[in-house]
């Protein structure tokens, strides 16, 4: 596949997806216009109870003194590379997609490059690769960049560094590091040391009380728990973490196992925490809470769901590049190697495998408004893998620090899906003027999702129809995906109807879009009606609709382990009417071309 800018792509999928945006509260349907008023109303409720509230939460733990030890460590299980500990003592930080010399000055006290960077750097996971590395220099380095912080960033300000989950990361790298860390350290560090973990657990609980929401929430949860459990003398704040831990994990991680946000990522964020403190309670003598039990049972199996034959996981609602490592990391404590879950109703997916073949679907739902600042406008976007072979994919996350690539990621245009008109079909608060209160919430989208699933002998297929154009265009789509239980054909129909039955239906563009993986080589065959997918391994599928012609667009595929690459989309181009129905097939041919290759 040829180079293509990944810049001018990324553009050109942000105005493919842009209308409805800045547009929207002027061409707002009443229920569009009463719900964001409702966003906006909740947002300000949540201020004021906040200010009311700030002198009681400012109050907390006054006079309380910090513990003076640890007893235990917990493990950590992310990978860790020793030879990244040579970097860092000489001054060289690899963080949050930025490389920072110091140059001999402490990285606490240059302007940060980016603020992922600066969150990266506070967040302090890069101490494990200094503890991997088992040496007096790593030793004294850790602790004498701890002792920086401290010293320079301690106290609660307004710099990233003192964002809650950043402020919560920290608190589980320190005491999972803390050998490291307090490793020849002498008194007086040690009791500055435990004043730092002390002063976090405070920041802590006055942000909870003082109504932190979404995934910050749990992971400050999380951080209060075991610090409880690896302190002396906090039974008090043991008790008080497990509580706030378990409401979090029943509002948060769904039946399915799934998470809120429905974003795969999360649960690659969650598991490395959650399995260390299982261990902790027990290595306190403590009965871990059932809850966490149970949600570690059932995230094992919806991890499952998400991957793909190569063994990274679908680009689904801010899911970017799959560490590897990590995955297996965690795949490895799956006590008893659960199956993948093929039916996740709670989290909105479906996953249809025959033979190598492996179809995952976005079924569901937009996440709820406080989970959505990365959820994409997908409903009904699929991927498909062959083997260790990915064909059909989303165009996935690019990193924090690609901000206009991150808008375009989440239109419905960057999804193998049916767009119509150029537009998405959910809305989001940064394209409706809404950002400064809202952020990048989704403010509009789908909220009727209809899914069947059969697995019959001639192979599994899921139907789903979801209402994301209604109040626009009074269109409801509908999709129908089968794989044949050889996994060898994939056959697809897209419907377009009216929302209410007798309608008369008004002529729109329409584009369906099947991205394509930058390492399959794509031709029109057949005089433009079909294309040839010809796969690394040289496998053969043949893309053939009943809509005339195929073409082969620009595309870019945004989570690429080096940075977004240029790739390739199959597109079927129409126009809405009475009746729209187009009809699509992925089929394994024979190596040997067909005679009407042109």
């Keep these: 596949m040829e180079n293509i800018p990944a810049g001018r792509i990324a553009l050109s999928l942000l105005a493919a997806g842009h209308n409805g945006g800045v547009e929207f509260l002027a061409g707002a349907t009443f229920k569009d216009r009463l719900h964001v008023a409702g966003l906006l109303a909740a947002r300000a409720g949540l201020a004021l109870r906040r200010g009311l509230g700030a002198p009681l939460h400012a109050a907390i733990g006054l006079g309380r003194r910090p513990p003076e030890r640890l007893l235990i460590a917990p493990q950590d299980i992310r990978t860790s590379d020793p030879t990244l500990a040579a970097d860092i003592y000489a001054g060289y930080f690899a963080l949050g997609g930025k490389i920072v010399n110091a140059h001999g000055r402490s990285p606490f006290e240059i302007e940060p490059v980016s603020a992922a960077w600066a969150r990266a750097l506070a967040g302090f996971g890069w101490l494990r690769h200094l503890r991997a590395a088992d040496t007096a220099v790593a030793r004294a380095n850790a602790r004498a960049l701890v002792d920086d912080f401290l010293s320079l960033a301690g106290r609660p300000s307004q710099i990233p560094a003192w964002e809650p989950e950043v402020a919560a990361r920290r608190m589980l790298a320190f005491l999972s590091q803390s050998p490291v860390i307090l490793d020849g350290a002498d008194r007086p560090f040690y009791r500055r040391f435990m004043k730092g973990l002390g002063r976090t657990q405070l920041f802590l609980e006055r942000k909870i009380a003082g109504g932190l929401v979404g995934e910050p929430r749990l992971l400050a949860a999380i951080a209060l728990a075991e610090f409880g459990l690896c302190a002396e003398g906090t039974r008090n704040l043991t008790r008080k973490g497990t509580k706030l831990l378990t409401e979090e994990i029943d509002r948060q991680i769904l039946p399915d196992g799934g998470h809120i946000s429905r974003n795969p990522e999360v649960l690659l964020d969650l598991l490395p925490d959650l399995l260390p403190l299982r261990q902790a309670y027990a290595a306190r003598g ?87 600042n990365r959820a994409h406008a997908g409903c009904s976007s699929f991927e498909f893998s062959v083997g260790a072979q990915r064909l059909v994919i989303n165009c996935g996350a690019p990193d924090a620090n690609r901000g206009t690539a ?85 056959d697809g129909a897209d419907r377009l109807r009216a929302a209410t039955a007798g309608e008369p239906v008004e002529r729109r563009p329409f584009a369906l879009r099947f991205h394509i993986h930058p390492n399959v080589r794509l031709k029109r065959v057949r005089e433009g009606r079909a294309v040839l997918c010809i796969l690394p391994n040289g496998s053969r599928w043949l893309f053939e609709t009943t809509a005339g012609q195929a073409v082969i667009e620009e595309s870019i595929f945004f989570a690429a382990p080096d940075g977004p690459r240029g790739c390739a989309q199959i597109a079927v181009h129409g126009e809405t009417g009475p009746a729209t129905v187009v009809e699509w097939s992925f089929r394994h041919i024979e190596r040997k071309p067909p005679r009407s290759e042109t």
């Design 406 to 490: 991150r808008e375009s990621a989440r239109m419905t245009a960057a999804h193998s899906a049916l767009v119509i008109d150029d537009t998405s079909s959910c809305r989001f608060a940064s394209h409706t003027g809404l950002r400064k209160w809202l952020g990048d919430q989704i403010v509009a989208g789908p909220d009727k999702v209809d899914v069947e699933r059969h697995d019959e002998a001639s192979g599994p297929m899921a139907v789903l129809a979801h209402n994301g154009y209604e109040a626009r265009f009074g269109l409801i789509h509908e999709r129908r995906i089968m794989l044949s239980k050889d996994g060898m054909s994939l």
């Design 286 to 372: 403590l009965q871990p809470p059932a809850q966490l039990l149970n949600a570690i049972d059932r995230m094992m199996p919806m991890l499952r769901l998400f991957r793909h034959g190569d063994g990274t996981l679908a680009l689904f609602n801010g899911m970017g590049v799959t560490p590897p490592e990590l995955l297996a990391t965690i795949l490895a404590y799956d006590d008893v190697r659960a199956q993948a879950l093929a039916s996740a109703r709670h989290s909105g997916y479906q996953r249809l495998q025959a033979g190598d073949a492996i179809v995952l679907i976005d079924a569901g739902r937009p996440p709820p408004r406080i989970f959505s």
